[in-house]
Nanobody, 124 residues
Framework: QVQLAESGGGLVQAGGSLRLSCAAS????????VGWFRQAPGKEREFVAA????????YYVDSVKGRFTISSDYAKNTVYLQMNSLKPEDTAVYFC?????????????????WGQGTQVTVSS
């Protein structure tokens, strides 16, 4: 089974950018649909973006469309989330997750494999 590890979080000012990485090990991530989720304090885990296996399709929550881009580098077995024009409301712990199915889903319980999360803090 696949193991996931996020990195790239940090503190950034509003309007800035960060690139999160989700490094996979154990299995080829190209065989999984990979999603990014985020969870702010006191809130439920929220879908952000996903890329279907082999990178055929992508999907974003409306609040990040035009600002965030999900991509994959299968040679590095890694999925990225490029986040531009960051806003304070993007502050959260960001998780990557994988499901062994080509269909993108937006609910967390559809994903069976999770990383440990990386903190993103956007200051105003």
């Amino acid at each position: 089974q696949v193991q996931l590890a996020e990195s790239g979080g940090g503190l950034v000012q509003a309007g800035g950018s960060l690139r999160l990485s989700c490094a996979a090990s154990g299995r080829a991530v190209s065989s999984y649909t990979v999603g990014w989720f985020r969870q702010a304090p006191g809130k439920e885990r929220e879908f952000v973006a996903a890329i279907s296996w082999s990178g055929a399709n992508t999907y974003y929550v409306d609040s990040v469309k035009g600002r965030f881009t999900i991509s994959s580098d299968y040679a590095k077995n890694t999925v990225y989330l490029q986040m531009n024009s960051l806003k304070p409301e993007d502050t959260a712990v960001y998780f990557c997750a994988a499901r062994r199915n080509p269909v993108i889903k937006v609910t967390p319980n559809e994903y069976g494999y999770w990383g440990q999360g990386t903190q993103v803090t956007v200051s105003s």
